[in-house]
């Protein structure tokens, strides 16, 4: 039970800024790759807790749209963009020429044009499918779902690339067995089972379909899996994911 605890206390170290660090031993002697297998359970974590600051600062009176836009805030506040800066990487150096200033570009801390204008599509894409979920039970599945897919993408992704020379922490990570790996996904896909058959089937099918084009065309044409590209590919798998459930529950 304790190494399981601190399994989990590792991963939210890996894909959160919750202060948990007293949860370990030695901090600089943290192997990055213990705890990737509840990267799922963390985006559960982190879904369920922007649905209850919705349904919280609706029960204080505020308006529903407002709610979602503060609570989806509050939640990048809580993975420091990790994600969402991988994004912004990404577009800024699809402006590259070639692989040097690709990751010249994706090195910079500067966010440049088309970061911004994925951020901003990103964040109005989601905002718009969720304020869709027209009951409370919708969106509960539609965050924990998304949520959860989007840190397993991590596992899958990665089990199916090389690591880039030019990654940091990526390189700490380790490719999963098998057998975790398909546990890892029947734990994610479970929640969007509620949406449907036809949803379930629809994200099992885009997803793997997502999977390979991932793999089998951004990453080599990066010369390998970094952060950044890991940080894509959650995004893209919630904002797939979220689609899928919104069209189910609206039909």
């Known amino acids: 039970m304790k190494r399981l605890l601190e399994d989990i206390a590792v991963s939210l170290l890996v894909l959160t800024r919750i202060p948990i660090d007293g949860l370990l031993k030695d901090l600089e002697k943290v192997e990055i790759y213990r705890g990737q297998w509840a990267y799922p359970l963390v985006g559960i974590f982190i879904g369920f807790f922007i649905f209850l600051t919705i349904q919280i600062l609706e029960a204080v009176g505020m308006p529903q749209n407002a709610a979602i836009i503060i609570a989806l805030s509050i939640g990048i506040l809580l993975t420091g963009a990790l994600h969402e800066d991988g994004l912004a990487d990404f577009f800024d150096s699809l402006g590259g020429q070639d692989y040097e200033s690709r990751q010249k570009i994706l090195r910079d801390s500067n966010v440049g044009v088309f970061g911004v204008l994925a951020l901003t599509s990103s964040f109005l894409l989601r905002y718009a499918l969720i304020s869709k979920l027209d009951t409370d039970f919708a969106m509960l599945i539609g965050l924990l779902a998304s949520y959860a897919l989007g840190r397993y993408s991590i596992l899958i992704v990665f089990n199916q690339s090389e690591v880039s020379k030019q990654s940091g922490l990526t390189k700490e990570l380790r490719k999963l067995n098998l057998r975790t790996l398909i546990l890892c996904g ?45 940080g894509l590919s959650v995004q893209l798998f919630e904002l797939l994911t979220l689609s899928i459930i919104c069209v189910a529950f609206s039909s």
Not at 188 to 207: D, E, F, M, N, R
């Open 186 to 230: 029947l734990f994610s896909i479970v929640w969007v089972i509620p949406a449907g058959v036809t949803a379930t089937i629809a994200i099992v099918t885009l997803g793997l379909a997502l999977v390979f084009f991932l793999t089998k065309v951004v990453v080599p044409h990066y010369k390998g899996i970094s952060g950044d590209l890991l």
